[in-house]
């Protein structure tokens, strides 16, 4: 199990910025894919941006080009860049670790990050 500790969420309008820190522990996080996931009320867990240990990328579509994923090894932390922040965008969310992609991995406690109109 790897800890995982989110921050950076927030009450923000539309079209204002926040960027999301995620802090693992342990000496294995550049083994690790690495990614965040949001949950609204109502709806399940979905994933926004994932990023390999290799530094492949890959993002949901209703992000792309608004949101950056990218991470920091010698920090063993991970970020979500989120620009130009939508309503839609309100949702927990939540940094996910694992090892092997078949894997459902370690969660965070998660973040809420909300967006108002």
């Known amino acids: 199990q790897v800890p995982l500790v989110e921050t950076g969420g927030g009450l923000v309008q539309a079209g204002e910025s926040l960027r999301l820190s995620c802090a693992a522990s342990g000496s294995i996080f550049s083994t690790l894919s690495m990614g965040w996931y949001r949950q609204a009320p109502g709806k399940q867990r979905e994933l926004v941006a994932l990023?390999?240990?290799?530094?492949?990328?890959n993002y949901a579509d209703s992000v792309k080009g608004r949101f950056t994923i990218s991470r920091d090894n010698a920090k063993n932390t991970v970020y979500l860049q989120m620009n130009n922040l939508e309503p839609g965008d309100t949702a927990v969310y939540y940094c996910?670790?694992?090892?092997?992609?078949?894997?459902?991995?370690?969660w965070g406690q998660g973040t809420q990050v909300t967006v108002s109109s």
């Open positions: 990023i390999l240990h290799t530094g492949i990328t």
């Open positions: 996910n670790a694992k090892k092997f992609l078949w894997q459902s991995g370690d």
